[in-house]
């Protein structure tokens, strides 16, 4: 069994990225582990390029985003944690799969369609070609899972649709690549941004307030728990009753995942309240379980040296576990070594 999954390095690390994939990384990484297995996680820093972006601001969030997913427990002992920068086989096997991707399959991606807009004549080439770049990161190592939010879940398929096209076309009757599975949790596969209950919480949002970073302290949760958007009405006693109340179902969810429960769970306790009652007691659920991942991410922030050692050790490991299938790929295209 081999664990791939990545994060850009843009800006804090948020609940979103917490529920819907790390805690999942995590968990992985200690089942995975202990079966003998492999996990292996990264900083898609070639990523961030698809968009603006200021490079010292990208450097100091690339170390600082080591420090969060240290601080969430990834342990680069037995996980390997680096930046795709560090490893160039990345980069290299995405212009192999570049002629095997097609351009439909890639305008049909909603994050191009999303981001790009209607100004696609201005969009970056690596915004579009972005996916190739993400088949890549997981076919180069053969990942068998690959854990990711819901909306990862269409570059995941388009991953495993490139990977099919080029063992057909080139395998010779043998798999060149291993069809990456998604996982994607059952609770919090999309958590939503605490001002608007239908756009995903998310690192680009310019309004802080739309969501929980896990670098927020305790007052900062608070206040945007309570400040959350909501409706007039208390809470329903069963799941069912958030139909149509995209808020309050985002916030129940929220509830759910950080607490193990399921959301029937939490409104037979909170059904029939309102949310005077019911956000301080979420926001102190937040406050309670995000308190240690704080504290141990601001002690390791502070030591830069030890988070680029983390990065060129991960990368050390990563390079040796990439270069078969890096060469079985040129192999197969007939390409002379
Ligand atoms: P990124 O950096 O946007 O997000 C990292 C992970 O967090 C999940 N996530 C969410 N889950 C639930 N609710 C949300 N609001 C939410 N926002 C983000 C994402 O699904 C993701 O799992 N393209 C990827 C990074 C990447 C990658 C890869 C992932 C590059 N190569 C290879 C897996 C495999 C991205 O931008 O994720």
Redesign the pocket.
């Known amino acids: 069994m081999r664990v791939?999954?990545?994060?850009?390095p843009t800006g804090n690390l948020?609940l979103?990225?917490y529920?819907?994939?790390?805690r999942n990384w995590v968990r992985m990484q200690d089942d995975v582990t202990a079966q003998g297995g492999q996990c292996l996680y990264f900083l898609?820093d070639l990523?961030a390029l698809s968009q603006p972006h200021v490079p010292a601001e990208l450097a100091s969030n690339t170390r600082e985003m080591v420090a969060a997913l240290v601080a969430c427990g990834i342990d680069p002992e037995r996980s390997i944690l680096f930046n795709q920068t560090q490893v160039p086989h990345h980069a290299e096997l995405q212009w192999l799969l570049n002629g095997t991707a097609r351009m439909g399959w890639l305008n049909r991606m909603t994050q191009w369609k999303d981001k790009a807009g209607k100004n696609r004549e201005g969009a970056s080439v690596a915004l579009f070609t972005?996916p190739v770049?993400?088949a890549a990161?997981?076919l180069l190592y053969q990942a068998t899972h690959?854990?990711?939010?819901?909306?990862?879940k269409q570059?995941?398929e388009l991953a495993r649709d490139i990977a099919q096209k080029f063992n057909n076309d080139f395998g010779a009757g043998e798999e060149v690549f291993t069809l990456p599975d998604p996982i994607i949790p059952a609770e919090?596969?999309?958590?939503?941004s605490l001002r608007d209950g239908s756009a995903?919480?998310?690192?680009s949002d310019p309004s802080d307030m739309s969501r929980i970073n896990l670098t927020d302290d305790a007052e900062t949760i608070m206040t945007k728990v309570k400040k959350a958007r909501t409706d007039p009405e208390p809470l329903p006693s069963d799941k069912g009753g958030l139909d149509g109340r995209p808020e309050a179902a985002n916030l129940v969810g929220i509830y759910a995942a950080m607490s193990g429960e399921s959301q029937d769970a939490v409104l037979a306790r909170f059904g029939g309240e309102g949310f005077g009652k019911f956000k301080p007691a979420l926001g102190e659920l937040l406050v309670e379980s995000l308190a240690p991942i704080n504290a141990r991410f601001i002690e390791l922030r502070q030591d830069r040296a030890a988070l680029d050692a983390i990065l060129r050790q991960g990368a050390e490991k990563a390079r040796k576990l990439a270069v078969p299938t890096l060469e079985k790929a040129y192999a197969a295209l007939g390409l002379v070594r």
Request: aromatic share 2%; proline share 3%; no cysteine.
């Open positions: 791939v999954s990545g994060i850009q948020h979103g990225n529920l819907g994939a790390i898609a990523h972005y770049l993400q990161d997981v690959v854990p990711v939010g819901d909306d990862q570059h995941l919090a596969a999309r958590i939503m995903k919480m998310s690192k």
